[in-house]
Structure formats: C-alpha cells, structure tokens
C-alpha cells in the first residue's frame, strides 16, 4: 500500500484559492491513480475530483469543475489539488485516495483502499 500525506488545508475568504498537497510513499506513486474527496460536518464523504495513473484523463464533481485542478509531479511523489473561487460550501475535510492502476473506476470512495488523514479546508463568507 501507499501512504498518503495532505497539507494545505487552511482558512480562506471566499473567492480565494487554496492549493492542497498529497505526498506518497512507499510504492511507486506513478503507478497510482489519485483522487480527491471531501467530508462536511453530517454529510457522507463526497468525490471532487481524480487523475489517472498514466495522466491522460482527469474526472471532476460537477460543482468544482471550473475551479478546482488537480494535477501530480511524479518526480515529486506528490498529487495536487488547486481550488480556486472558493466558495463557502466547500468547506469540509478534503481527503486524497490512491488506487493501483486506476484508470475508469476512480470516481467513489469504494474504488479506493488507500487513504490520507484528511486536511481541513474552511471557506468563509
């Protein structure tokens, strides 16, 4: 398995931007499709957005597609997630996920077994 750091998470007004990291160890992370999901106070962790492991295709929640990118520098072991016009509904614990040669089935949390601890991102008005 792969192990899974995030960071970034902060406070932000809204309309600003926030760029979240998740930094992999342990497995080659160019192996590894990347997702990303959020968790809000009584709701079910949610899907945002996800990239496949060879990079060539990119999946997004209809509510951030737009504003939110998410990227990997594999020499770096590290996945992204820049969000930007931030708006306070997005406020939750973001989370990455990984997934050994995902490449179509990266979309729900049951597609992933790798987890991060979650990093939280709050939005004000």
């Known amino acids: 398995q792969v192990q899974l750091v995030e960071s970034g998470g902060g406070l932000v007004q809204a309309g600003g931007s926030l760029r979240l990291s998740c930094a992999a160890s342990?497995?080659?992370?160019?192996?590894?499709?990347m997702g990303w999901f959020r968790q809000a106070p009584g709701k079910e962790r949610e899907f945002v957005a996800a990239?496949?492991?060879?990079?060539?295709?990119?999946y997004y929640t209809p509510s951030v597609k737009g504003r939110f990118t998410i990227s990997r520098d594999n020499s770096k072991n590290t996945g992204y997630l820049q969000m930007n016009s931030l708006k306070p509904d997005d406020t939750a614990v973001y989370y990455c996920?990984?997934?050994?040669?995902?490449?179509?089935?990266?979309?729900?949390?049951?597609?992933?077994?790798?987890w991060g601890q979650g990093t939280q991102v709050t939005v004000s008005s």
């Open positions: 990239l496949t492991w060879s990079g060539d295709n990119t």
């Open positions: 342990g497995r080659t992370f160019a192996s590894y499709a």
């Open positions: 996920a990984a997934k050994l040669f995902g490449r179509t089935a990266i979309t729900s949390v049951a597609d992933f077994r790798s």
